[in-house]
Nanobody, 127 residues
Framework: QVQLVESGGGLVQAGNSLRLSCAASGGSLSRYTTAWFRQPPGKEREFVAAVIRSASGGKSVYADPVKGRFTISRDNVKNTVYLEMGGLKPEDTAVYYC??????????????????WGQGTQVTVSS
């Protein structure tokens, strides 16, 4: 069973950038679709971005609020998935979670399709 550990969160000012990392152990991330979700204060967890497993093409998928600002990537050598976040806004403030699973392509954004989760990392964007 793959295990995930997130890192890279912190406090940044609006307009700045931050890179989150999701390091895996116990299995190769290229075999899974790996996604980032986030949970803003007082709200439900929501999809942010995903990189599809290599066997299904390896493309990236983004939620509309982050398109053009965030970039997800996978380093198969380091067995790590990254989320580069640029042009950060206060509404990006949330706990960010990394998740791995094998959802159908049509279900990539569905939280319940992921069965392995990291512990989360806090991102706070000040105005």
């Amino acid at each position: 069973q793959v295990q995930l550990v997130e890192s890279g969160g912190g406090l940044v000012q609006a307009g700045n950038s931050l890179r989150l990392s999701c390091a895996a152990s116990g299995g190769s991330l290229s075999r899974y679709t790996t996604a980032w979700f986030r949970q803003p204060p007082g709200k439900e967890r929501e999809f942010v971005a995903a990189v599809i497993r290599s066997a299904s093409g390896g493309k990236s998928v983004y939620a509309d609020p982050v398109k053009g600002r965030f970039t997800i990537s996978r380093d198969n050598v380091k067995n790590t998935v990254y989320l580069e976040m640029g042009g950060l806004k206060p509404e990006d403030t949330a706990v960010y979670y990394c998740a791995a699973g094998s959802p159908a392509l049509s279900a990539t954004t569905y939280l319940r399709m992921y069965n392995t989760w990291g512990q989360g990392t806090q991102v706070t964007v000040s105005s």
